[in-house]
């Protein structure tokens, strides 16, 4: 069966510091993936997402990255945190091709930037 | 633009009580529509899709092209429905977008 990971549960970070946060799926092959953060009030964003080994869709203009080394790995990243930064961050993966509408989420990241 | 609105924040109701869940969307095509939950800490899931016609925990769903709404429904809440209710829009196969989310509280 397929599972997703990330870590770490929470972080909490400085203003100004670098970010890595890690998603990995196994059970599957070349799934679609996707990073979102979810905030009270704002709903579940799309930040990234991706089809792909190195094909990355961006969503939103802001201060975070994503990449993905891997065919079941994808990392987010930022070089110097803001405190807007700061939420619950999700990772999820969807098989791809003519069936994707089905994402099956991880159990999150809490990032506090203080 | 391509949108997914869900106009309540809150919705509480007592146990028992029917509930509705409200979800509009702005898309030019044919939309494909869901409703994923959360329930306390677990895991965002998927709950139903309207292809699908399903009903899923006692809770339907029906696309109203017209009024371009896809409203949850459930004749008698359980305090076990409880939970953050997200509307999503596919626009293309290869993403969501998902409204801000309803959470239901159910009383006993």
């Known amino acids: 069966s397929q599972t997703i990971h990330q870590w770490p549960a929470t972080l909490v970070q400085p203003v100004g510091s670098p970010l890595s946060l890690e998603c990995t799926v196994e059970g599957t092959s070349n799934p679609n993936l996707y990073w979102y953060r979810q905030a009270a009030g704002r709903g579940l964003q799309l930040l990234f997402y991706s089809v792909g080994i190195g094909q990355i869709s961006s969503e939103v203009p802001q201060n975070l990255s994503a990449s993905r080394p891997q065919d079941r790995q994808f990392i987010l990243s930022s070089k110097k945190l803001l405190l807007s930064d700061s939420g619950f961050y999700l990772c999820?993966?969807?098989?791809?091709?003519?069936?994707?509408?089905?994402?099956?989420f991880g159990p999150g990241t809490r990032l506090t930037v203080t | 633009a391509q949108r997914v609105t869900q106009p309540e924040k809150l919705l509480s109701v007592f146990k028992g009580a029917p509930v509705e869940l409200k979800c509009n969307y702005s898309?030019?095509?044919?939309?494909?529509l869901f409703w994923y939950v959360q329930y306390s800490r677990q895991r965002l899931q998927l709950l139903l899709r309207?292809?699908s016609r399903e009903s899923i925990k006692g809770f339907t769903a029906d696309l109203n092209k017209g009024e371009t709404s896809f409203h949850l429904k459930k004749p008698f809440a359980q305090e076990e429905d409880s939970a953050m209710y997200y509307c999503a829009l596919a626009p293309n196969t290869d993403k969501l977008i998902f409204g801000t989310g309803t959470r239901l509280q159910v009383f006993p």
């Open positions: 309207h292809i």
């Open positions: 898309y030019s095509g044919s939309p494909e």
């Open positions: 999820a993966w969807s098989l791809g091709g003519t069936a994707p509408y089905e994402q099956y």
